[in-house]
């Protein structure tokens, strides 16, 4: 999907950097995907503007955040990637309110509000990706998870066209799914934390690091864990107790690590892993009667 000339001279003025033809392999953890065009915003308020630009050009998006738990398809993308730039004044304390930008990065939310003494999110540490992503997907680690802590989320909203803020108690947050609607784009939230002194925090990001060092592949390039865990199972040990460690589609590869974490291992294609989840879901479903879902997103055309 390309942006031509003049749309393009417009969006510079709404404040949107375009980059032509970029390979969103670079983009995702994965190191997967087709290419576009890319969209930088770096003005929020005029993201209604924006978005209005594109629809009257018919112009479809997706909006990537840190790309750590998507995989996107091949080839010529039929969409463009909208990308929050994230500023250097994204996050602030007031008490144990803690106000944070949707572009800034997880774990550096996390340590940021460590160093003023706010805790409750050690678990959180070590999940790769933007904090809008956490939001969407009710990121969580380590008996944490970030929905419990939100107390507003301003948000935009593709199909009523503004911006606007829910309250915490407004937002279903269930496991690995929200109540937002797939077009909704994060954009700020307020969290309340508990007050802890920062040596403590620190103990605990420690602990939860050491963990995630033992069982998960952290030096190879993945999105994460592929499916959901199913209700009272684990997925990982299911996939594992069939012995597919190490099993292959093309470049992709199910970690020797942790068997719910699925590599890319050469040069993987998202078909190789689509392949790969297709394959083992298959195996896991007539091995044990279970249908894992996919944790992972998967936006192809
Ligand atoms: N297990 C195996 N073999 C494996 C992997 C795991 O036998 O290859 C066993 C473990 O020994 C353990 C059980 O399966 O008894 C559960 O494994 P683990 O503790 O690694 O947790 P998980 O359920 O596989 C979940 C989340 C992770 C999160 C960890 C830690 C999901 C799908 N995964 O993994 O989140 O980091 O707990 O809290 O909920 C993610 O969301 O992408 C993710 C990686």
């Known amino acids: 999907m390309r942006v031509n000339d003049r749309l393009a001279a417009k969006l510079a003025d709404l404040g949107v950097e375009v980059q032509h033809e970029v390979s969103l392999a670079t983009r995702t953890s994965l190191e997967i995907g087709g290419t576009t065009d890319e969209l930088i915003l770096r003005r929020y308020d005029r993201i209604a503007e924006v978005m209005s630009l594109l629809a009257n050009e018919n112009i479809a998006w997706r909006f990537l955040g840190g790309g750590t738990n998507v995989l996107i398809g091949d080839g010529e993308l039929s969409w463009v990637a909208l990308h929050l730039a994230s500023s250097r004044d994204g996050m602030r304390v007031e008490g144990n309110a803690a106000y944070i930008e949707a572009a800034a990065d997880l774990g550096g939310a996390v340590t940021f509000c460590a160093k003023r003494d706010l805790g409750g999110m050690e678990g959180l540490i070590g999940v790769p990706g933007s904090v809008g992503g956490a939001l969407r997907m009710n990121a969580g680690a380590y008996g944490t998870q970030i929905g419990p802590h939100v ?32 077009n909704d784009v994060m954009l700020h939230v307020k969290l309340e934390l508990p007050s802890k002194p920062y040596k403590e925090i620190l103990a605990g990001i420690r602990v939860c690091n050491e963990k995630r060092r033992a069982s998960q592949p952290l030096n190879q390039r993945s999105a994460g864990c592929i499916f959901k865990n199913p209700p009272g199972g684990s997925a990982g040990r299911m996939i594992d107790e069939l012995g597919l460690k190490g099993f292959r589609v093309g470049g992709a590869a199910v970690s020797d690590r942790h068997a719910n ?36 997103i998967v936006w192809q055309n």
């Open 151 to 182: 107390r507003e989320v301003q948000l935009y909203r593709a199909a009523n066209g503004t911006i606007e803020t829910l309250r915490g108690a407004e937002i279903r947050f269930d496991y690995r799914h929200t109540s937002f609607a797939p």
């Open 261 to 296: 974490f699925f590599v890319n291992a050469g040069d993987a294609t998202c078909a190789d892993m689509l392949g790969l989840i297709g394959a083992v879901r298959g195996r896991v479903r007539d091995a044990f009667g279970v249908e894992l879902e996919n944790e992972v």
